[in-house]
Structure formats: structure tokens, C-alpha cells
């Protein structure tokens, strides 16, 4: 069985931050890749950011500047740090880790999202 959790996610006023988590637990071997995603109310999920158990980063362009993807000392934990949040930041950010389980082969698994909503 393994779990990937998001939390902190809210309501926040234009201009200011949140930092997001993702944990993944459960029958873990290896995590390859973790990485943040979002849904826009009426639109498709898109890619925010990723990073590698090598320490790359990937950054969509729309997320360059604002958006700071982090790991934690524990591996199986990742951070989103985002800044200055904009109206059109308000979205559900999903945690999409790709991991090899202790019985079978690598895959993906996805959190459930936290709600991000950005509002005065």
C-alpha cells in the first residue's frame, strides 16, 4: 500500500504565499520522481514542477519565478513553495510521485489534491 498526502493549501489574498506538502508513505523501495500538478476550475491538469531523487528541478514556464519545488531531508517529502499568488493561481494541486513499490513495478501515484484559492 503506499499513500501520497497534500496539505496546506487555503485561501490567501493576492501577493501572498503558501508552501504546500506532499508526503508519499507505505511499501516504498525507491521514489524516482515527485512532482506538482494543478487543475484550474474548468480546465486540464497541467505540470508545475518536478524533482528528480538526483536533485533536478523542472519548472513549467508558467510556474518560473514564483513557484520553488522542494525536497526534504526525509525523501519522501516535497514542498511547493509559491509566492506572490496571483487570482489565476487558484487551483487544485495534485502530488504525482513515481515510485517503485516493494512488490511490483514503478508507477505513479496520485495524492487527491489541496485546494489553493486565491481571493481578496
Known amino acids: 500500500q503506499v499513500q501520497v498526502v497534500e496539505s496546506g493549501g487555503g485561501l490567501v489574498e493576492p501577493g501572498g504565499s503558501l508552501r504546500l506538502s506532499c508526503v508519499a508513505s507505505?511499501?516504498?523501495?525507491?521514489?524516482?520522481?515527485m512532482g506538482w500538478y494543478r487543475q484550474a476550475p474548468g480546465k486540464q491538469r497541467e505540470l508545475v514542477a518536478t524533482?528528480?531523487?538526483?536533485?533536478?528541478?523542472n519548472y513549467a514556464d508558467s510556474a518560473k519565478g514564483r513557484f520553488t519545488i522542494s525536497r526534504g531531508n526525509a525523501k519522501n517529502t516535497m514542498y511547493l513553495q509559491i509566492d506572490s499568488l496571483k487570482p489565476e493561481d487558484t487551483a487544485v494541486y495534485y502530488c504525482?510521485?513515481?515510485?517503485?513499490?516493494?512488490?511490483?513495478?514503478?508507477?505513479?501515484?496520485w495524492g487527491k489534491g489541496t485546494l489553493v484559492t486565491v481571493s481578496s
Open positions: 524533482s528528480t531523487s538526483g536533485g533536478s528541478t
Open positions: 504525482k510521485v513515481n515510485l517503485l513499490p516493494w512488490s511490483g513495478s514503478a508507477m505513479d501515484y
Open positions: 507505505g511499501s516504498i523501495l525507491r521514489i524516482n520522481v
